[in-house]
């Protein structure tokens, strides 16, 4: 976390010459839970998928490359970030139902390959590192707590790729609408159950420069 800070620092003192964008990202995520046991994948008639909410603010710097084309086309991102994992299931006799929710920090990579005075149309790969803040499992009528799961909680890491497109809302105001698949990835799970969240993300935001 301290060497995380120290760079955006750096990156805010080198860009003092660029107007950075501070930005809200709102959305949903549709996700898809894929569980393994000893590093088989398992087999399991109850598809597990469900969509929750998605909430983002950070802010966005723009990196100078001289051998680029156009001026700011490249941006370093870092965000708070809100996630919702969810999941249904079920068959004759059981509803299984899961609620999740976690709290990190996204970091990411945004390149413009089309940029206008109106538009801009960018590609985005990044990863998000969050913890568990929320989880409950519901068997029928009945309510477990997934805070002290090992496949739920600690440390996880959802390298993720994506395309957003942004247009002027006024002179120094955007709208955006985006699109992001990521993989999670339990870096603190050390059973033999990994459980991983398949998630494709729809977000629409604003965003504001700052001078």
Not at 71 to 82: A, I, M, Q, S
Not at 160 to 184: D, H, P, R, T, V
């Amino acid at each position: 976390m301290k060497k995380l800070m120290q760079l955006i620092a750096f990156l805010l003192l080198v860009n003092t010459a660029y107007s950075q964008e501070i930005y809200f990202l709102n959305g949903k995520n549709y996700s898809k839970y894929k569980l393994r046991y000893s590093g088989e994948a398992t087999i399991n008639p109850l598809e597990k998928k469900g969509e929750g909410d998605s909430y983002e603010i950070g802010l966005a710097i723009p990196i100078k490359v001289q051998r680029l084309a156009f001026d700011n086309n490249l941006n370093y991102t870092v965000g708070l970030t809100l996630n919702q994992y969810n999941a249904e299931a079920g068959d004759a006799t059981n509803n299984y139902e899961w609620k999740t929710e976690y709290i990190g920090v996204q970091n990411a990579l945004v390149f413009s390959f089309v940029k206008t005075d109106h538009v801009d149309l960018a590609v985005k790969g990044g990863v998000n590192i969050a913890t568990l803040l929320y989880g409950n499992q519901k068997i029928n009528n009945s309510r477990f707590d997934l805070t002290s799961q090992k496949d739920f909680n600690g440390i996880i890491i959802s390298p993720l790729l994506g395309f957003q497109a942004k247009c002027n809302l006024s002179e120094y105001g955007y709208l955006s609408l985006g699109y992001n698949y990521s993989k999670s990835i339990g870096l603190t799970n050390n059973s033999d159950k990994k459980l991983s969240f398949l998630t494709n993300q729809i977000v629409f935001g604003v965003s504001f420069e700052l001078y």
